[in-house]
């Protein structure tokens, strides 16, 4: 079914970020835009916590093939022509969006919500982690959801 197919596609592409992140290293500066950086210094998945966002560097790859690689994983190409992958989805506006400096650094900035919508650049994924209602693996025939009794 449908619904299990992309569950299936968003846990692996979680599983190939994870991978990604540990295979790379990931990096944390306390300061705004800040190029003092050191190694994250908390369990990786933390790097995934609400609110938290991930600038990644890429030297010699496009951004469509790392996201096909994660997407689909290496023995498939996505064909970004024909539209995005079912398990992701083009948000209308973010909070949020990268620029160039003055000194050719990359920067984050706070955008202002009349600039940032639809734009068209904004993808987003509901990431399957858990919580209260969430569907977990499917065991057989069942299907198991986290809630209260600790499952």
């Known amino acids: 079914d449908e619904d299990k197919e992309i569950h299936d596609h968003k846990v692996l592409f979680l599983k190939r970020l994870m991978l990604f992140f540990a295979f790379c290293g990931v990096s944390s500066t306390a300061e705004d835009n800040g190029l003092s950086v050191k190694s994250w210094p908390f369990p990786l998945a933390s790097a995934l916590c609400h ?5 990644v560097h890429l030297e010699g790859i496009k951004c469509q093939d790392l996201l096909s690689l994660l997407f689909m994983g290496p023995e498939k190409d996505w064909n970004w022509d024909e539209g995005l992958p079912n398990c ?63 499952v």
């Open 88 to 150: 992701i989805y083009q948000r209308r506006a973010a909070t949020h969006a990268m620029r160039l400096s003055r000194n050719q650094e990359i920067e984050e900035r706070r955008v202002k919500m009349k600039m940032s919508v639809f734009s068209g650049n904004h993808l987003g994924m509901d990431l399957p982690v858990g919580g209260c209602g969430n569907a977990a693996p499917t065991f057989g025939d069942q299907k198991v959801y986290v809630g209260p009794a600790g």
């Open 51 to 55: 609110g938290g966002r991930i600038l």
